[in-house]
């Protein structure tokens, strides 16, 4: 008798009247317990529970030496960590999931890369993109980066100002606008293959925000290449508006007379305005943007004025009225 | 071993040859039928909630995780609401009666994440009954997910037997159709809270408003009388 419950009735053979064995139901009801824990619980993961954190970016080639001491538009603010940085982005060209930018970024050629730079300018060029950083010295900027959706980052670019870029293609007498023009490739870009947002992904500026010493062009983040999933190989970076604006991937430059068409606004313009200047004070329609979850803590902080350069940019706007141009 | 398998052999067989005129399975105890059915559902509910738990202590929930354990339990919340409301007419269409002795604790499971959803918001937003306010005046996203929540609370509170029982079937069961008025303003608040890719959300309305049609062809065709 082995494995044989010494208390289980022998007579239980023969009695059809006799429940079924004890142990036999257990185990039968156990494994259909576990199969319906298993089927439900499983189902309710796969539905619901997005994958782990995504593997951070490899780090690039180092582009820069060491940090200089901060400079004039420098926050002292803690950086947020490389792997969160380049795990948590919104790229809606690689795919509308946090994670899918960084899953994804390896199908993204930043090389050989091409950029056209028209419009309204007295020198438009065609030029390759390490040509065109080679024209600027790198300089590092650590910006805060204050998403739409109310997370925000500090990031150490590295990169040139625009104004640099601008004075050297000469915007003519008629240029009051700056529009980008991001890469439109499905075959990089997988998130293109659908219409989540109309295609290409267009952004741009006034042409005084454009020339703000504080606007600038990003080639690296923390002293490397930038990566794939923050928007290689060149990016604007507008610190002073929400995330959206500093569009990535850039591919066209263009300086035009009138305001350009630019994807959010297009795609929900009474939630998303041209300037998106970060305000606290004017609320997304869904969610209020007094307050902010710096990634890394758990709780809120307030959110400032022009992302915390309202000295600096504050002035742009005078007499401007910001409910209405949000 | 053998004995084992000879054992189960006869088990399988022996009641039948011994007593061919009862029916296959023999009478069982007062145990309820599939006694495994309803904890399984409920551990298995609880599955999720475990995992996400689990998650958040080992970091795994990426650089937002209050946003991430946020939508995770929203997500279950609607889903878990859908599943109790395709008991009904699963068990109609198909005959068979388990469906009903899960639809409380889905139901239930339903509930369960909804309050956990809103009581991530409110740690979110630092308890302050302010900015809770305020969204939920102002806001029809969070209004229609708040209300959601509030509907779904007396049908919590009114899912014993005993419930049942106090207010008489009829009236429990008026009061439990609002579980459809929850149903379309939780597929409405996950709607409005998705930024752009609408298809997610589409299947919810889309399986929803399935659920609701079978209902309703139900209702309008005469039942049969016994």
Same mark, same amino acid.
């Given at each position: 008798m082995t494995g044989m419950p010494p208390d289980l009735p022998e007579k239980a053979e023969t009695d059809p009247q006799a429940p079924v064995r004890p142990r036999r139901e257990f185990i039968r009801n156990a494994a259909l317990f576990t199969g319906t824990v298993a089927l439900l619980g499983g189902g309710l993961e796969a539905l619901t529970r997005r994958p782990g954190a995504a593997a951070e970016a490899a780090p690039g080639e180092p582009l820069a030496q060491a940090r200089r001491p901060l400079g004039p538009y420098d926050t002292s603010e803690a950086v947020t960590p490389y792997a969160q940085a380049t795990t948590y982005n919104n790229f809606y060209e690689f795919g509308t999931g946090k994670d899918d930018p960084a899953r994804l970024?390896?199908?993204?050629?930043? #090389?050989?890369w091409t950029v056209l730079i028209d419009g309204e300018v007295k020198k438009p060029v065609r030029v390759d993109i390490d040509t065109l950083q080679s024209w600027f010295p790198l300089e590092d900027r650590i910006y805060r980066m204050r998403c739409v959706e109310g997370w925000s980052m500090v990031m150490p670019w590295l990169g040139f100002p625009l104004a640099a870029l601008l004075r050297r293609i000469e915007p003519n007498s008629k240029a009051k606008y700056v529009q980008f023009t991001a890469l439109h490739d499905p075959k990089q870009f997988?998130?293109? #293959?659908?219409?989540?947002?109309?295609?290409p992904y267009v952004e741009g500026l006034r042409l005084d925000e454009a020339l703000h010493p504080l606007t600038f062009m990003a080639v690296g983040l923390q002293g490397r290449v930038l990566p794939g999933q923050n928007g290689a190989p060149l990016r604007l970076v507008v610190p002073w508006k929400y995330g959206f604006k500093s569009i990535k991937s850039v591919v066209r430059i263009t300086l035009t007379q009138k305001q350009p068409r630019t994807t959010w606004a297009l795609a929900a313009p009474d939630e998303y305005g041209f300037y998106a200047n970060v305000n606290p004070a004017v609320p997304h329609p869904r969610w209020s943007q007094a307050t902010e979850r710096r990634i890394g803590e758990l709780r809120r902080r307030p959110t400032l004025p022009f992302n915390g350069y309202a000295e600096q940019v504050a002035h742009l706007y005078k007499g401007m009225d910001l409910r209405r141009f949000f | 071993m053998k004995d084992v398998r000879r054992l189960s052999a006869q088990g399988r067989n022996g009641g039948e040859l011994a007593a061919p005129a009862l029916p296959r399975r023999v009478p069982r105890r007062a145990a309820p039928p599939l006694p495994w059915l309803a904890p399984g559902v409920v551990v298995g509910g609880l599955l999720p909630a475990g995992v996400l738990l689990l998650d958040a202590l080992t970091g795994a929930?990426?650089?937002?995780p209050v946003q991430r354990a946020t939508l995770q339990t929203g997500l279950l919340a609607l889903t878990l609401l859908i599943l109790s409301l395709a008991c009904t007419p699963l068990r109609r269409l198909t005959g068979w009666t388990w469906p009903a002795r899960i639809r409380k604790a889905l139901g239930l499971l339903a509930f369960g994440y909804a309050a956990l959803h809103f009581l991530i918001y409110l740690f979110d937003h630092a308890f302050t009954p302010g900015v809770v306010l305020e969204d939920v005046v102002k806001r029809p996203f969070v209004t229609v997910g708040f209300a959601a929540l509030l509907l779904l609370l007396p049908l919590a509170l009114t899912s014993t037997r005993d419930a049942v029982r106090r207010l008489g079937f009829p009236k429990w069961q008026r009061l439990h159709q609002l579980v459809y008025v929850a149903a379309s303003l939780g597929v409405l608040h996950y709607w409005w809270g998705v930024k752009k890719d609408h298809t997610p959300p589409l299947v919810a309305v889309l399986v929803v408003a399935f659920l609701f049609a079978l209902r309703l062809i139900r209702r309008r065709r005469p039942r049969p009388r016994p």
């Open positions: 970024a390896g199908s993204l050629k930043p #090389r050989p997988p998130g293109q #293959r659908g219409n989540v947002l109309d295609w | 929930l990426g650089a937002n």
